[in-house]
């Protein structure tokens, strides 16, 4: 499994996230740049850069911007979803940038008391930034499936001109996108996470994951910055590490989840919809529970538990099935015990059992669906005893998942 860690010596930003990761893949640069200008209607580069003693690459757009430039500062959230959707980037890559942008929507609308509809991007809609949301997105989505975390991020200080005005560091939506991650003040003031920065960050990183404990560094990257810092290199650094030997030894399997939130689907409906997605191959589990939602509206979290490489299917399934309009994903690390199903014969029927193998010793579960038509709860527990006994007869023998 690749585990890519980021280290933000000098912060993070959108153009700092792509030059690290290609610093690390080069073998991805034709791809990423041609994908980035594609939406930002302006060629973009690379280019090697040394400071402070090292060296990287920096990304950025070659000439002003074209379409959605400088020249059109103010650009509504729902136009910027719009050519996401008609543009012929693959699907992943959509899914990505749609949820970096809308984790932006949500911040500025929190921020100024809107709906996210009715948010309109000024910086953020400019070329540049548009650039490396759709750059970062073809990154992520070309080196999935991956875990991601990251050091704690630099806080900054000071103040910042905006759109809106004079704004404190970090910005009111940066500080909400940052909420739940690891945060330090170095001394040194300043912008460090710049809003798409804190997006890609809260995107890929939805807690306060720690750096991979055992594993291989297979690739690392740096990425430069546009501003320079006293005594230290405006930089961001992936490491990039193979967990896979470990993961296996330990047991460890890799999950993406896969969460959204329904409030405008009938319990009948939602439910019909909630079985056809655990009917999906790939889908461990679908849970669902009671939230309140914005106003004060009661809906259901519905949260998937899927194998990674089904992420594209299940996420079109989710919109397919379901009411809701946006999702959030990750992958996440999971601890398996070994476990197989078997089958045993009791009174007559045959009952399927999950056994576990513990540190303690074999457990096992009857299937309750092999018990359901036994009447009353004193035949199904006389049920269940019986298929215990019959297993503390036999042996262990067999394959273990």
């Not at 996230?17 to 990423?32: K, N, S």
């Not at 910042?160 to 004079?166: D, N």
């Not at 330990?250 to 909630?274: C, K, M, N, T, W």
């Not at 461990?284 to 529970?289: E, G, K, N, P």
């Amino acid at each position: 499994m690749r585990h890519i860690h980021l280290d933000p010596l000098g912060g993070i930003a959108g153009d700092m996230f792509i030059a690290a990761l290609l610093d690390a893949f080069p073998e991805h640069e034709g791809a990423t740049l041609e994908a980035a200008a594609a939406l930002a209607g302006a060629p973009c580069h690379v280019l090697r850069q040394r400071e402070e003693t090292l060296t990287g690459l920096r990304f950025g757009l070659q000439e002003e911007p074209g379409a959605l430039g400088h020249g059109h500062p103010h650009t509504a959230w729902r136009d910027i979803r719009a050519r996401i959707a008609a543009c012929a980037l693959p699907e992943p890559v959509k899914l990505h940038a749609v949820g970096i942008f809308g984790l932006l929507a949500e911040a500025e609308a929190r921020v100024h008391g809107v709906e996210p509809e009715a948010v309109t991007f000024h910086e953020i809609g400019a070329a540049d930034s548009v650039a490396d949301i759709v750059g970062a997105a073809w990154l992520i989505a070309a080196l999935e499936p991956a875990r991601w975390s990251t050091a704690p991020l630099p806080l900054g200080s000071g103040r910042v001109a905006t759109a809106h005005g004079i704004m404190p560091v970090p910005t009111p939506a940066t500080a909400r996108l940052l909420q739940g991650l690891p945060v330090f003040d170095d001394g040194i003031a300043g912008e460090r996470v710049t809003p798409t920065g804190a997006a890609i960050i809260r995107h890929l990183v939805t807690d306060a994951l720690p750096a991979p404990r055992a594993g291989r560094i297979v690739a690392s990257g740096t990425g430069f910055g546009t501003r320079r810092l006293p005594g230290i290199a405006n930089c961001l650094r992936a490491l990039v590490l193979d967990t896979t030997a470990s993961d296996t030894a330990v047991g460890h399997r890799e999950l993406a989840v896969i969460g959204f939130e329904v409030d405008d689907q009938s319990p009948e409906d939602l439910a019909a919809g909630l079985e056809r997605l655990r009917a999906i191959t790939g889908v461990h589990d679908v849970l669902q529970m009671p939230a309140y939602g914005k106003k004060g509206r009661l809906a259901v979290h519905v949260q998937l538990l899927a194998q990674p490489a089904s992420i594209a299917a299940v996420t079109e399934a989710c919109f397919r099935e379901t009411t809701t309009i946006g999702l959030r994903l990750h992958t996440v690390s999971g601890v398996t015990l070994p476990r197989r199903a078997t089958e045993v014969w009791v009174h007559g029927r045959a009952v399927r059992v999950k056994q576990v193998r513990r540190p303690g010793g074999v457990t096992c579960k009857a299937e309750a669906d092999d018990l359901g038509d036994a009447a009353g709860q004193a035949e199904r527990a006389r049920l269940r005893r019986a298929v215990e006994h019959a297993l503390d007869q036999g042996d262990e023998a067999g394959e273990w998942d």
